[in-house]
């Protein structure tokens, strides 16, 4: 949601401007719905027998100075809504009065708060709301709750971007709209900061950066949303995956493992059939019943924590699993890596009695912790403590009293590690408080990555019990931890993050060697350094084209390769190796030279101690 501030009403205005360009050089527009998005706004537009193009971009902007220039005053009033439902028809504004018509019999125009029989109908009678309100600029009037800013010349800078197909009131039975949109900011120091972040994230498009480095690809023969990851790209997953585990199992975590389906009654119970319901892959048996490819893995995680009775002294039990889960995304709403069928998560679930959530929830916090500094993320981010809504306790599932302890113990951990988190109200879920880690990227884009969730209902919905001192069945508490969201998106944000330049660690090819000549003394040399390197764990690649030196060195860069050697005749002699650095990792000003053997260790040092930066 938007905040409702200066810049709101700024881009809520140019919207207004917008359509007022438009209806003035197409007077039989009709207009949809024109809204504030992030960075800027849109309108929704149909012309009949006219297609906008990004060629009438500069007509449309020119347009909309003139009316920026004249300072046209935003002028609100109110019209009864049957007066208004008769403007909206005078004018020939069809959707504006299919809006009108809902305002009037639901006293709203939210698409899924509407009947979807009446929707768009003819409503007949008494009404919901007596009058409605309107804006005019100039010579243009519409239907609108603003607010705006006072007149025209208050908008700020901007520019118009794009513009995509989009149906009215977002069906797909209903009319094909041109959706334009806009981008705006307050000055022009900050459009052209946005404009050429865009071109920055251009360059940086993991789709792009992605098919250079040869990380994962698509196939039209699998299906859309379906990655597969190259044995480039598969180094990077398996090295974050086995990083992972290795906090994991440091902090007394069990690896567990579970199959990719189960029978619908487990998401019956467990609440997810109803709340992923058009998001669920369905798979027929030949044998008995229907099966479900696995949404999430709490499920068949609390079946393990059931296989067995437990007493106060087996807990905490905490299970994890680096796993694939699925979801039928519609494929419109696919793209790269950013949303996709099939993905790879992370999944923690801890069982434990209400009096061990802080320590749990401690070392859950650590976990996140280490793995984001290690990276590099970490400074770049904020928490969200998610409460519940106090005015309303009833709508939550659990015990006030636990509630109460719980969000202590998670604002006493937040404390403990300086998290800063901000406290926000009525954001908890139904069935518990939570730490949200939100992360700033390269780009300045945030995204929520790593999540410590309580849950109070799914342990109830199961039937889990453990037995307690006094000899009494309890509920034990479940919080699901997350640390990176879905791998997918994780890579993406990361190629995107460091445009390629994987840490040392990471990167799918460490060392490049890079020979002079193809002469067999070379290539011996090459080989005997390649061999030494394998030996100690790294990835090398040799080089050994006809092409110029010169030419394979830049062809490492653009590789993106943290260390590239040359092999020579200096080389072959005494084996002393001058290693050539990737920029960002160096932090020395002279060329370092050592023997091969000692350079090999070094890197495979950093790579192990999953540095930042080379002491080379
Ligand atoms: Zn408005
Ligand atoms: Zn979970």
Known sequence: MPEQTE??????????????????????????????????????????????????????????????????????????????????????????????????????TVAKDLSAEEMGTLAEGGSALDSVGFYTNGSFTDLCRGPHVEHTGMTGAFKLMRVAGAYWRGKEDNDQMQRLYGVAFETKEQLND?????????????????????????????????????????????????????????????????PHLAKIDLYEKSGHATKFEAELFRVKSHY???FILKPVNCPHHTQIYASQPRSYKDLPIRYVEQTMQYRDEKPGQLGGLQRTRGFTVDDGHTFCRVDQIEQEASSLVEI???FYKNLGFWGDHWVSLSVRDYSSPEKYVGEPADWDKAEEMLASVANKYDLDAKKMEGEAAIYGPKLDFMFKDALGRETQLATVQLDFAMPKRFELTYTDDDGEAKTPVMIHRAVLGSFERFIMLLIE???????????????????????????????????????????????????????????????????????????????????????????????????????????ANEAKARVNKSSL
């Open 194 to 258: 946005h404009l050429q972040m865009l071109i920055e994230a251009k360059k940086r498009d993991h789709r792009k950066i992605g098919k250079e480095m040869d990380l994962f690809t698509f196939s039209d023969l699998v299906g859309p949303g379906l990655p597969m990851y190259t044995p480039r790209g598969t180094v990077l997953i398996e090295e974050i995956k086995k990083y992972l585990r290795e906090i994991s199992l440091d902090y007394d975590m069990q690896l567990v493992s579970i």
């Open 7 to 108: 810049l709101h009403a700024m881009r809520h205005s140019l919207a207004h401007i917008m359509a007022t360009a438009v209806t003035t050089l197409w007077p039989k527009a009709k207009l949809g719905v024109g809204p504030v998005v992030e960075n800027g706004f849109y309108y929704d537009i149909v012309i009949p027998d006219v297609t906008i193009s990004e060629s009438d971009f500069k007509k449309i902007e020119l347009e909309m100075r003139k009316v920026i220039n004249q300072k046209q005053e935003f002028v609100q009033s109110n019209m009864p809504i049957d007066e208004a439902i008769k403007w909206a028809q005078d004018t020939n504004q069809p959707y504006k009065a299919e809006l009108l018509n809902d305002l009037k019999r639901a006293g709203t």
């Open 497 to 603: 993050h460091t445009a390629g330049k994987f840490p040392i660690w990471l990167a799918p090819e460490q060392v490049r060697l890079i020979t002079v000549n193809q002469e067999e003394m070379t290539i011996a040399k090459a080989k005997e350094i390649q061999e030494f390197a394998k030996k100690h764990g790294l990835r090398v690649h040799t080089d050994n084209t006809n092409e110029s030196v010169g030419k394979k060195i830049r062809l490492s860069a653009t590789d993106k390769v943290p260390y590239t050697l040359v092999i020579g005749e200096k080389e072959i002699a005494d084996g002393i190796v001058s290693p050539r650095l990737r920029p960002d990792i160096s932090v020395m000003d002279v060329q370092s030279e050592l023997h091969y053997e000692q350079f090999i260790k070094t890197v």
């Open 288 to 290: 008995d019943q229907e």
């Open 368 to 370: 996140i912790m280490d």
